[in-house]
C-alpha cells in the first residue's frame, strides 16, 4: 500500500496533464501530494522526511508555475530535487552516517566501503538525472518532458535499486543471506 501512496501523485499529474495541460496538471501535482501526506499520517501515523521535502519542492515549484504561468518552474523541481537527494547522501557519507546504510543497513549486512560505493553510486545517479532532466526539459517537447519524467525517470530509479540491491546481495556474507531467504 505504501508503494502505491508514493506513485500517487505521479500518476494523478500524469493522469490530469494528458486531459488539461501542465498547468492544472501542477495544480493537481500539488493536491495530490498534500493528499499522499495525508492518507499517510491517517495510515501509518507518521511523515518521512523525504515526502515533506518532496511536498515543500512540489508546493514552492508548483505554485510559482500557477503563479507566473511558465512551465519551467515545475521543470526544475525535478533537477532540484535530485540534487537535493544527491547532496544529502554525499553529505551524509563524509560525516560517516551514511543515509543508505542507515535505512538497510539492519536487512543488507555488508561492509562500510560496499556501502560508501552505493552512496557514491546513487550520487552520480541523482545528479546524471537531474542533467539529464534539464536537456530533456528545455531542448525536447513538453509532452516529452513529462513523459520522460513519468516513465523514463521512474524506470531508471527502479532499474538502479534492483542493481543495487543485487550488488549488496552480492557483497553479504553467506550468512546474512540465509537469513534472507
Not at 505504501?2 to 493537481?28: H, N, R, T
Not at 551514511?98 to 541523482?126: Q, S
Request: with cysteine; hydrophobic share 55%.
Amino acid at each position: 500500500m505504501k508503494q502505491l501512496l508514493d506513485f500517487l501523485p505521479l500518476v494523478i499529474f500524469f493522469a490530469v496533464y494528458k486531459f488539461f495541460d501542465i498547468y492544472v496538471a501542477s495544480g493537481a501535482l500539488i493536491a495530490a501530494t498534500a493528499l499522499q501526506l495525508i492518507i499517510t499520517y491517517l495510515l501509518y501515523k507518521k511523515i518521512e522526511k523525504m515526502h515533506l521535502i518532496t511536498f515543500a519542492m512540489v508546493s514552492f515549484f508548483g505554485t510559482l508555475t500557477l503563479i507566473f504561468h511558465d512551465d519551467a518552474f515545475i521543470k526544475w523541481k525535478v533537477t532540484v530535487v535530485y540534487a537535493m537527494f544527491a547532496i544529502a547522501l554525499a553529505v551524509s557519507q563524509w560525516i560517516n552516517k551514511p543515509i543508505l546504510k542507515g535505512m538497510l543497513g539492519k536487512e543488507l549486512v555488508v561492509a562500510d566501503r560496499i556501502w560508501a560505493r552505493v552512496t557514491w553510486y546513487w550520487v552520480l545517479f541523482f545528479l546524471s538525472c537531474g542533467l539529464i532532466n534539464i536537456y530533456v526539459a528545455f531542448s525536447l517537447s513538453q509532452e516529452t518532458w513529462v513523459n520522460f519524467k513519468v516513465f523514463g525517470l521512474t524506470a531508471l530509479t527502479l532499474a538502479n535499486t534492483v542493481i543495487t540491491v543485487m550488488y549488496l546481495y552480492k557483497h553479504m556474507p553467506e550468512e546474512h543471506k540465509k537469513e534472507l531467504k
